[in-house]
């Protein structure tokens, strides 16, 4: 079974949409500074550190300090308890699907 704490943290922090577009931004760079962040949005430099620190603790990102720099990338692992939740819905489905193919060909042979 889930782990509940790794999974309501990751649904929490994704849940807010602003933050999930912060992520998003995170995930197609390599590496991205709080100031190139703030430069591609209409939020302001205080929100997205608020919003990073929430991604960071949650797992989703990890950071390295380079001088007065802090560089944001994405950390594939957090997701893992997303992805472990899905996988597990996705076997129902996949069982629903199979069993309406073969009713779908039992009706229309």
Sequence with gaps: MIEAAPINAVMRTLADPTR????????????????????????????????????K???????RRAGRNVFYRAEPKGLAPLVDWMSHYGVFWRRRFTNLRSLLKEIDP
């Design 20 to 55: 999930r577009a912060v992520f998003e931004r995170v995930v197609k760079s390599e590496e991205i500074t709080v100031l190139e962040l703030t430069r591609g949005s209409d939020v302001t430099q205080g929100a997205i550190s608020q919003h990073l620190k929430s991604l």
């Design 57 to 63: 603790q949650a797992g989703l990102v990890a950071e």
